[in-house]
């Protein structure tokens, strides 16, 4: 008898560990939500001190002899159930991985993040990538001092990949993007040669409050619950989690360009249906986390591209959006808008690209990131580099590293291997947004009538509610029927350009 | 050699602590200001779990035995400069009370509080103090149990009051109040022996967001640094400080009444400016912090009271207001607006009330939580207690509970003995406005000139800078050179309301 209780004790002792954990780590993103939302301007230097303390702190939870003995205890306990074996099962995998890093190194990283961050932000207003690289190269220097710390088999970036998309490697990456490269490189082709479709009313005047309440009003019927969450303003829009009853995004507004807040709008509610779909009493354990960030961006992705910027999704909120810019939208029929908002064009800039050349800004980066990892690229070389790589891939002359490779905010924030998701998300998105149609054969009709619900809950039943229980290439499996194939992509690209752009 | 450099490693070590230490309970604010500001409602229930959980590691830090060892090696080291050994002192006093907290406790209290919290919400809204009063009744167990852990020599609330004012008992403030209240019931006679001013005017329709500009316009004006610092909206208004360079102000803002966030802004402002002034380089160290909630109160209400609601500050802002709101202020003198922000009466709302009724409000609270934690009063027959005492001390009738003992936070913050600390703030604030006026010759002319910067270097001189070195007794005698006298305190109000009633 006490035998059978103290697997349930143990297992209860695991839990409520676990959920320190969590607790900690979601102060941690608390931090850094209000860092990047209302913290003000002097209030960086000791945001990044309190960070880097409170990170600390979560490494000790993470690594400590107490959640080793729980651990060695529970391994492979009889008395779990499957769900719970699991869990102990894949904390072991990250207890294992976390005891590989000293509180030292966790702390100059914290420490050197923050720091990074800062310098980000002024180099990329002062347009001068000088600024960065001091700090941007101390912390390459670290991810480099990380694949040590981790160990890899094959390349070094292979450690770094890890941890956003585990079991990715360069290997598998390689063979997708040289894969993919002439496959979109053919589409392109086709498409240049038809007639460009016009978007130039998608850049009037929009004004500020109204775009925002259009935002919330769409974030809103696609079924984000604003009791479990909120958006706001912030440079660059992120969503972040502190529980599921608690799902913050972000977003920002151009008022001369429609398109900047829409997609980030729809995009990051995705993530936030993701996360505020997650369940609820597996909070701090492996089966209430995602299941890893190429997951995550399918979601972002599909509500983005597959429903946002489908015809069916305007076929209802046209009409309205009509009503609420009367004047910029004057005389553009809906299919002259659907057109202008899947508009096809090289650019400078990543989060503004086109469905199709995007991933020309993934591979470029991607590209970029393995040779500063391997050390065949200095980080000095970086702005040369990058322009060169616009050149070739996306044929644009970068004017300043502004707009070149200050553009994006992950390199200062130490994410060497994230980029990849970007893509993996893409095609996940693709095939489970596939497997969906095939599945409710009402969908596309729902949708006509700004009915989301059906496929939230088809997303919520095969993805969501299964946390991280399963890897990515088992939960698309279970999802889809089959592993990732990049062909659904390839399929749905050709088949909406097609039509767009009649070839 | 080794002995020399021995003394400032340990101090460095000592310091490098403090700073985790602070780190943490700043992450905590941060949780506590997020949860009164932008967190949905859903989030309240992972929040309460979660501010237990990093108030459990704080209290870790601030009873290890790393601090431990480290206060004992550096007690009365000869190596240790004055500033340096008063340091150690202060946090060996600190580690000694935080020491007896067992873990267990601390978190209950905190899970305590959270969830009294939330149902004073409810309770409040819902104007039924039974949906309150299980939660309260176990939060004033709990308190009792505190004073039992902390120790007291003669009443047991002595050791709840030593939390917020070291060293104030309940035998020094019933002495303060019952000299304080025939002098204040005096005055109050000979106030409604003349005519009544009014302040209808102050009761029209002020629209939201010039309120919100106005306020936002004093508030830079009187000093608060923006870059270091922010204001937002809650239902209650509080300060609150991540480090002096990120110091957070809320307001409220009711249409039909210019007081609500006048007063509230400036008395706020006056709170963040002594945080804006503590020493940074302290951070962390009991030299870094506030003297005490008393000394907190002080300037809070010198820049609400002796400045905010004086003639000389309306008489530079006051042609600016009448531009903001002419028809509202149509007809309205400048001295008529002073008279009705300075209007006598007796009232419901502790918040609401004038300089003189309010130390009624703060004698009722402080009789009914002596009582409380005595067992003289059961926390069942608070509301009706409560009703008893207006009806004695204020003459008034408490209509229910939302307007009567639902009315503030504190209760349901665990923050019983802090009352007191609001009246001891305007004594203090009284005694330190005399001393400035004396030495700043030409502070009522600044003050009309809309000048009030030498005000704020003289407090940043006298009291800021000394952060918690010096007790409130030697902060008020290095400040005004002598002990505390509620005498310029009565002496100020009698002054002021002599001459706007006219007796």
Known sequence: MVKISSAKQLYKEYRDHMAKLADTRNALALMQWDQETYMPPKGGGFRAQQIASISELAHGLATSEKLE?????????????????????????????????????VRRMSETISRSFNAWIIAKKENKFSLFEK????????????????????????????????????????????????????????????????NSFLLKHFEKNKQWDFGMKIIRELGFDFD????????????????????????????????SMTWSCIHETGHALYEQGLPESEYGLPSGEYASLGIHESQSRLWENQVGRSLAFWQFHYPGLRN??????????????????????????????????????????????????????????????????????LGVTVPGDQEGCLQDVHWSHGSFG??????????????????????????????????????????????????????SEELCEKASGEPLKVQYFLDYLLDKYRKIYQF
């Not at 990380?146 to 941890?163: C, V």
């Open 324 to 393: 609420l810019f009367p004047e910029q939208l004057e005389g553009i029929s809906l299919n002259s808008f659907y057109s202008g908002i899947n508009m096809v064009k090289p650019s400078l800039i990543r989060t503004e690209a086109d469905e199709l050349t995007y991933h020309f800004h993934v591979m470029i980066r991607y590209d970029i990131e393995k040779m500063l990892i391997s050390g065949e690229l200095e980080t000095t070389d970086i702005p040369a580099c990058w322009k060169e790589q616009y050149r070739k891939y």
């Open 69 to 105: 003995g729980l651990l060695k205890s529970l391994k492979d306990h009889a008395e779990l159930t499957e769900s719970e074996r699991k869990n102990i099962e894949l904390t072991a995998v990250d207890f294992e991985k976390q005891k590989k890093y000293r509180p030292e190194f």
């Open 418 to 471: 994230y980029f990849p998701t970007y893509s993996l998300g893409s095609f996940y998105a693709a095939q489970f947004f596939h497997t969906a149609q095939k599945e409710l054969p009402t969908l596309k009709q729902d949708v006509e009538q700004g009915n989301t619900s059906g496929l939230l809950g088809w997303l919520r039943q095969r993805i969501h509610v299964h946390g991280r229980t399963y890897n």
């Open 228 to 259: 479990a969450g909120r958006q706001d303003l912030s440079a660059h829009p992120f969503t972040t989690s502190f529980n599921k009853n608690d799902v913050r995004i972000t977003t920002r507004i151009k008022e001369n360009d429609f398109n």
């Open 135 to 198: 700090e941007l190269d101390e912390l390459i220097q670290l991810k480099k001092e990380e694949t040590r710390i981790l160990g890899f088999a094959g390349h070094p970036y292979d450690a770094l990949l890890d941890e956003f998309e585990k079991g990715m490697t360069v290997n598998l990456l390689d063979k997708i993007f040289s894969d993919l490269k002439p496959r979109l490189t053919e589409i392109y082709a086709s498409i240049t040669q038809t007639a460009q479709v016009d």
